[in-house]
Structure formats: structure tokens, C-alpha cells
């Protein structure tokens, strides 16, 4: 228990309630910013704001949920004060024209699995994050983001299509498949 | 439902995100549908690979002293100095009065949570079993002399042979499907936070390999050092599934329990006294996901 952890009034501790995913939010800070260091600002900032704003927090959506719409906000809010442009989909047409289901090239490395899914637009990766990484519904995915419930299952199923290509070009690089072995 | 509209599903059914009503009905079309099946299983095991890449990347795990320091910031004293330096805090972490304050906090912590851990020891009934309450109680029977050995010696450093995947330790030891294991990894670090009391990440996670044995290996970092969780298969030893052993190997302890066919090692540079409470706090939760795992 913190000494100086603020409660909010349904008598929750933040420090209590925030420890045991500090190591998810330090996760999709590293994710969004690429960088350790500003992630750890990111984290910084995002648990700052959480102790000032902590008394406005009700339990009826989890912390992790409130913590990361902070991390989104303050995230999106740095990169308008940098000027840096926030990546889109160029791909779109291409991925919707995708009717197979390649299985992941297994001997494919973590670190290459991880390269590709950074090769992804963030729009889209940062889907892949929140849902399969850190377990948010679809509905938590949605109210972080500040983007309709549709827009997060669109984006998430190209998401996942465009890893599987990527992911498949790897192994192609890679030697480890022939081109005839991904021919729909 | 035909097979177009059971595809058209997979992507919510896969992340439990339908209806029961939609939920029964695709189950239906998939348990006579093997083709259905086999897709919903391609999908189950991308998404199981990718949770996994990311747990076990180090990059993605924070620094134990960035988190001291986050930790710092609940108190109102170190708040009030943020708010003066906005964000840079750093400049203000690196002085000689932060290192000074987080010193005293740690110490402060350290004390707290260590006499409130010997307390909950020695006052809470449940949270010791009788056959294990004493570490040297329940010595390593000869049956798991070999696993024990194996988790401890030979998984220093992780030299073994590293495997990739659930089918590659498959391929080795064709009992060693560990269904589930990215589950079994983030519980397993949740309920090891939650006894150690502070913060403990996933440095890293994998498959080993010894002598035709396949292991998970999980390999979580806190601040006092490192502690690893290993699962393999059982095989035929039998084992008292409310015991716990433990003893000391080399500088390390070792705790190992059974659940089901699997046997579970907690090994740590902890004395054999905490190593074994630790055992024992996470035991209940390895159980419950081991058991949902052989479910699936």
C-alpha cells in the first residue's frame, strides 16, 4: 500500500489497483513510442495524470481500461505537438483481395514475428496489441481508441491479414517456404 | 450455419466476443466440420504465437528501477516535486535528493511488505499446507530426482536447447502439449507479483529441451533477482498432488509440486523457506490453468 496513493470514492487504492500492470502499460507504451525512453516518459506521465484525475474513476470499467485511454490520449497528444504524422493503411485494397489463411511460418524467430507485426501501420498494429496482446474486448478496444466498435473488428481482421502476409514474406526471404507452398 | 457463415465469425468467436446463442451455433458446425475446425485452429495458434513473441521479448518488459522510481511518485512529496519540474523528471531522478528519497522509500517498502509477508506466514492458516508447512518435510522423492535436477542445473542460464513452439516441444515429447501457455505465463507472473509484492516481469519464455524432455520455461525478473517456473510432463511418477518439495541445489532453491500430469518447479535464488511460501502462493493458480489448458 502506498503512503501517499490517492482512493477514489468506491475506497479503491490507485497504487494497489495500478502495480499489477504497470509492466502492460510500460508494454504499449514501448509499443506506441518504439522508444525506451519515452515510453518510460509516456508511462510517467499517463500514472501522474491517473493520481490528479483518480478520484473521477468509478469501477464500473477496469483501471487497465482507463489507464491505456490516458496512455492513448497523451500519446496521440505528443505526436500533434511534434507534428508527426500518425500512420495510416496504405494497403487497404490489397489485404481485402486476401481469401487464404497461411498458418505462421514456424520457423520463423519471435524477433521476426515482432518485426513484422512493427512493419504494420500503427492504426493497425496497435489493434493487434490491445486485443490479442493485452485481452481488451472489443468494446474496451473501442472506448480507448475513440473509435466505433465496427471500425475496431475492420481494422482488426485486416490487421491479422496483413501479419500473415508479412509474415509470410519473411519466411519467403527466409528460405524457410517456396513460393508454391502459398499459392491459394 | 454453412461454412461461409461460420468463417465469416471466426474472427469474434476466436476472441469471445459472440452471443452464446452465435457461440453454439459455430460450435456445432465446427464439431462436424473438420475443415472449419482446422482454420479456428490456424487462427488459435497465430494468435497464441504472437502473445507469446511479445512476453518473451525483454524490450517489451519495463526497467525494475523505472518502476522503483514510478513508485516513488505516490508519495505526496515526490508528487509536489513533479508538479515543479513537469516533465523533467528525469533531471530530477538523477539528483542526490531523489536518490536519497527513493532510498528511504525503498527501505521503507522493503520493511512493510517483508514483516507484513512474515506475518500473513505465521498468522494466516490457509496459507500454509500441512505436508509443506516445514521445507525440509517433504524431501524430492527418487521418481522426480531427474526433473529436479534437470530444472535446476541445467536450465542456469538456459543453455538447453531452445524450441520454438507448442508443436516443436510437441516433436520432442509428444506429452508436452502445453495448450495455453501464453495463459499460463501472464497468470503465473500475476500470481508471482502478488506474493512477492512488487513489481516481477517476464524477462523471458520459452521451450527447452533436455535428454527428450520438453519444458516450459518462464523466467521472471524482480528485484531481488530472477525466479523461473518450469512445467513439463509428468509421465508415469506418481506424487502426492498436495505436497510440495523443496531443498536447496547449488545456491538455488528449488519448490516443485504436481498438477494433474504436468509437475511444476519454482526455482529461485530465495532462501528455501520463501522459495516454498512462494511455491505454495502460486499454487492454486498454475492448477487452475493447467486445468483449463487440458480442457481445450
Known sequence: ?184 | MNCQEVRESFEPFIDEELSVEMLNKINLHVAACSACGEMIGLRERFDARLRNAIAADSRFSPDPEFVARLQSEFSPKSSRSFALFGSGWRLWFASGLSAALLLTIGTYYFGVFRSAESEAVSTNPSSTQPEAATPSAVAVPAAFRTLVNMAVEEHKSCTLTNLTSNHHAAAVNPEAIFLGDHNLDEAVRAAVQKEVRHNVSAAASHFCEAQGQAFRHLILREREGYISVLVTDAGNRQQDENAIFCETIEGSSVACFKSQRKTVFVVSERSEEANLRLAQGITPTVRSVLNRSSQL
Do not use: C
Open chain 1, 1 to 184: 500500500m502506498g503512503f501517499g496513493s490517492p482512493t477514489n470514492p468506491d475506497g479503491l487504492d490507485f497504487e494497489a489497483e495500478l502495480l499489477p500492470f504497470i509492466g502492460d502499460l510500460y508494454r504499449m507504451a514501448r509499443w506506441l513510442t518504439r522508444d525506451p525512453e519515452k515510453a518510460e516518459e509516456l508511462v510517467h506521465d499517463a500514472v501522474i495524470l491517473g493520481i490528479k484525475g483518480f478520484h473521477t474513476y468509478r469501477a464500473t470499467s477496469s483501471l487497465k481500461s482507463w489507464m491505456f485511454t490516458i496512455i492513448y490520449r497523451l500519446n496521440i497528444r505528443q505526436n500533434q505537438k511534434k507534428k508527426l504524422p500518425i500512420a495510416d493503411d496504405p494497403d487497404e485494397l490489397l489485404i481485402n483481395q486476401l481469401a487464404y489463411e497461411p498458418d505462421i511460418p514456424k520457423h520463423l524467430t519471435d524477433e521476426e514475428i515482432i518485426a513484422a507485426l512493427e512493419r504494420l501501420p500503427v492504426s493497425l498494429s496497435e489493434l493487434v496489441m490491445l486485443v490479442n496482446v493485452e485481452g481488451f474486448t472489443y468494446a474496451e478496444a473501442a472506448t480507448i481508441l475513440q473509435i466505433p466498435i465496427g471500425t475496431v473488428m475492420s481494422r482488426l481482421y485486416r490487421a491479422r491479414q496483413r501479419l500473415r502476409v508479412e509474415l509470410e514474406d519473411a519466411a519467403l526471404n527466409a528460405g524457410f517456404l517456396e513460393r508454391a507452398e502459398v499459392t491459394p
